[in-house]
Structure formats: structure tokens, C-alpha cells
């Protein structure tokens, strides 16, 4: 199967049926761009990597192999962490990704995330010499998922067969995932402007640690919480109030203010080297596992998550 380059930037979806549909839909893609001089990445779950590198044989020596799982845990890091990093690797030459950022046993807290990022990617890539197939489990994922995936790719491959997508559309489904996020109800909370930045940066250090942070991830979500305290004042109003709290194995750490994030890629977009500063919300997404976030007109929330 070849893909067409018609713009810069290809963006197809690719629904399989199995194992078998699975690799034929995915190893003639890797071997074309391979014998195409382009670079090839494959980020997908670490079960797939090593199907797609049995059916490669010797060819899989010349691909980059990334466990999305891992790599891609959180949504919000994949623009920048996965896919900008191998296509700006390479920026003389034409890429080749494969992508899979969703799979079955992704959450519904998670997904809203997810179905964003697809949406992004066209923009984020717009432009761009480069091809990403995003592969989608059409037996083990919902039907609202498969939906979403022809709004959020301008290009379908079903059963063998390439069409564009009669409902793309990627700017409402970003739209339609700005949900309200609703804090919990017995989450304790703590007002902040600027005078209190290191006594908010303290409690969401002492809340997090009752339940039962620790090391390396503690002084994660301690650098996570003053890079969105400061930014509230900053840039939200001048204060802010932040709450934390225990949910299903993670410590989750939510700030709310007055300011309105505009930029959806904002904290997916890698900075420029020479930039002074703005790489506070790209820091919050690279150290958590999930981020969620609600903006508009009358203030914004993001809330962060952490595994225990």
C-alpha cells in the first residue's frame, strides 16, 4: 500500500481488523518510505513493535522503534516528545511515522486528551514534508472513537481502501473535548496570588505526599505545581486557587485562574533553542502522565495527573 502525497503534510487513519490487516496495512507503508531514502519512525504499543519487527526481518534494523505506552503515556507530549522530535531530526528530508496514540486499554479520563492530539497533528505539522499513519483497532475501540478518527484525518484506509474523510474537521473535535472539568468535591483547595507562590508550591507538596507520592515524582509535581502557580499570576489574572487530590492510583494537582489559553498547541509546540522562557506548560506535559485542560473567556483549569 502506498500513500499518495498530494500536500506536504499526509494524514491518514488506518483501520484494522486483527493481526493480519494490522501488518498488512503497516509493513508495505515502512517499506515504502524505506525505499523511498525517508527516515521511518514507528511509535505504537509495545505488544505491536514486535510484530512489526518479526514481519520487517532485516529491514527493521533501519527503523526507529518507540513504545508509545511509555513514550507517549501522556497525549500532550507526543507532538512534541515523538513526532517533532524524529521529523525535526531529519529536516531536509521527507519522514515517515507511524503513530498510535489510542488503544483499547487507554481511559476515558485519557481520551478527551487523546482525540485532541489527532487533531492538532495537522496542525502542528501543517506545511510540513511528512506522512503519519495513525492505525486504529476498529474491533477493540468504541464507535465514538472510530468517529472522531474521520474528523481528526483528512484521509481513511478501511479494509484496503484509501478515501478521503467525508467529516474532517479537526478544530471542532478540540472544541468539542474543551470540556468543563469539575474539581472533587472533597478536594481541599488553596488561594494563591503573587505573594503566595512557595506556600502554594507547599501544599500541594505536603497534599501529594499524603498520598503517598514520593522521590522523583514528588519533586515532579512540585516543579508542575510552580510552573502553573506562577503562570496564573503571570499570565491568569494576578491569583489563582489550586486543589489536590487521590484518584484511582494517581495524585491529581488542578489550578484554575482568570486567563484564557488561546493557543491550543500551547505546551505541544517545541520551543525554538535560542527562546528565553514559554516552555513552562511543554515542562508540565513532559513531566506528567495526563494532562486535562478547560479554557475559555472566563478563566482556564488545567489539571495534571501523576502515578503513584
Known amino acids: 500500500m502506498t500513500t499518495p502525497i498530494v500536500e506536504p503534510f499526509v494524514h491518514p487513519a ?37 510484530v512489526l519487527q518479526e514481519a520487517l526481518g532485516g ?3 533501519d527503523v526507529r522503534f518507540i513504545d508509545m505506552t511509555q513514550a507517549g503515556r501522556n497525549p500532550g507530549r507526543i507532538i512534541p516528545r515523538v513526532l517533532r522530535v524524529f521529523a525535526d531530526a531529519h529536516p531536509t528530508t521527507r519522514v515517515r511515522i507511524i503513530g498510535e496514540p489510542i488503544w483499547p486499554d487507554r481511559s476515558g479520563v485519557e481520551y478527551p486528551a ?37 474528523a481528526t484525518h483528512p484521509l481513511v484506509i478501511s479494509g484496503g481502501r484509501q478515501q478521503s474523510s467525508p467529516s474532517y474537521a ?11 472539568l469539575t474539581a472533587a468535591e472533597a478536594a481541599e483547595g488553596y488561594v494563591f496570588g503573587a505573594g503566595e507562590l512557595p506556600m502554594a508550591r507547599h501544599f500541594v507538596v505536603e497534599r501529594a505526599a499524603g498520598f503517598g507520592l514520593a522521590g522523583v515524582r514528588l519533586e515532579d509535581l ?22 489536590v487530590w487521590a484518584e484511582d ?19 505541544r509546540r517545541p520551543s525554538p533553542p535560542a527562546q528565553v522562557g514559554g516552555r513552562g506548560l511543554l ?5 506528567t502522565d495526563l494532562v486535562r485542560v478547560h479554557t475559555g473567556p472566563d478563566g482556564t483549569v488545567i489539571r495534571c495527573y501523576v502515578d503513584v
Request: glycine share 12%; charged share 20%.
Open 114 to 150: 487523546c482525540a485532541q492530539h489527532e487533531a492538532l497533528i495537522n496542525s502542528a505539522f501543517e506545511g510540513r514534508d511528512a506522512t503519519i499513519l495513525c492505525p486504529y483497532d476498529a474491533e477493540g475501540l468504541s464507535e465514538q472513537v472510530l468517529t472522531d478518527a474521520y
Open 170 to 180: 479537526p478544530e471542532r473535535v478540540v472544541e468539542r473535548y474543551n470540556e468543563p
Open 59 to 61: 529491514a527493521a534494523a
Open 222 to 243: 512540585a516543579l508542575v505545581a510552580a510552573e502553573l502557580t506562577t503562570n496564573s499570576v503571570v499570565h491568569g489574572g494576578g491569583s489563582g486557587t489550586v486543589h
Open 249 to 267: 492510583g494517581q495524585v491529581v494537582c488542578e489550578v484554575r485562574d482568570r486567563g484564557y489559553l488561546k493557543d491550543p498547541l500551547a505546551g
Open 283 to 287: 515542562l508540565v506535559n513532559f513531566l
Open 14 to 50: 488506518l483501520f484494522y481488523r486483527g493481526e493480519d490487516e494490522y501488518v498488512d496495512g503497516t509493513v508495505p507503508f515502512i517499506r515504502d518510505g524505506l525505499e523511498a531514502g525517508e527516515p521511518v519512525a514507528v511509535a505504537v504499543p509495545g505488544p505491536k513493535l514486535g
